[in-house]
């Protein structure tokens, strides 16, 4: 008879603990090292036209080899960082100038982060009808290692928002040139930082601290 390993809420139990008939559970075969979490969703917008924002989040985890932690709560927090840039997406065209947070949001227990993003891709694509049975569809993809900014709430934050507000400068640029109205003549690529969203970004540092990992590699 085999005897599978037994977890509880914030990780395995150890070897040396007992099941009910008395059995030992064996040791955990398997050590994540990490995992991602992908969000694709349509958005029908009506009059044949749709909105497709996609995002993929790689983490690692920063903890000892072998030691155990919440993966149930990293990946609930992952897949919502994921959700939550998507719907933001959405929001934003919809002229929604509600501010959304894009980064990993902290265990709510306070501790260490167990976990840090270490990649990213965006994704937008972006179907408009032109009339006459004519249509456009531009869809562009980014993708980062953003280990520079892990450890920083706000700057992860202000990474991703950067990265989301290239890909609509290309799409907004193709629509207008699809429209007849020539370029739109917005930046192309990542837009610079203004100061004050620097000073944001240490103010979300210093309240939620290191939440994304302190050891990133």
Not at 41 to 52: A, Q, Y
Not at 164 to 170: D, K, P, V, Y
Not at 201 to 210: I, L, M
Request: aromatic share 8%; hydrophobic share 40%; net charge negative.
């Amino acid at each position: 008879m085999s005897i599978y390993p037994v977890f509880d809420v914030n990780g395995r139990m150890t070897e040396t603990e007992a099941l009910p008939d008395g059995a030992h559970v064996l040791e955990e075969p398997i050590t994540i090292k990490g995992f991602s979490a992908t969000y694709d969703r349509k958005f029908n917008l009506g009059n044949f036209e749709s909105l497709n924002p996609a995002m993929t989040v790689w983490v690692k985890t920063n903890v000892p080899e072998g030691a155990a932690f919440d993966l149930h709560d990293c990946k609930n927090r992952l897949r919502q960082m994921a959700r939550d840039n998507v719907r933001a997406q959405l929001q934003r065209l919809q002229g929604n100038n509600e501010v959304v947070f894009l980064g990993l949001r902290p265990p709510a227990s306070g501790a260490e982060d167990p976990i840090f993003v270490r990649t990213v891709s965006v994704s937008l694509v972006y179907k408009v009808n032109l009339g006459d049975y004519n249509s456009i569809t531009p869809g562009y993809t980014d993708w980062a290692d953003v280990r520079h900014v892990a450890g920083s709430p706000g700057e992860l934050h202000l990474a991703l928002t950067r990265m989301w507000a290239s890909l609509w400068a290309n799409v907004d640029d193709e629509i207008a040139r699809a429209q007849g109205r020539g370029a739109s003549g917005a930046f192309l690529g990542l837009p610079q930082i203004p100061i004050e969203d620097l000073t944001t970004a240490s103010a979300a540092d210093h309240a939620a601290g290191r939440v994304n990992g302190s050891r990133v590699g």
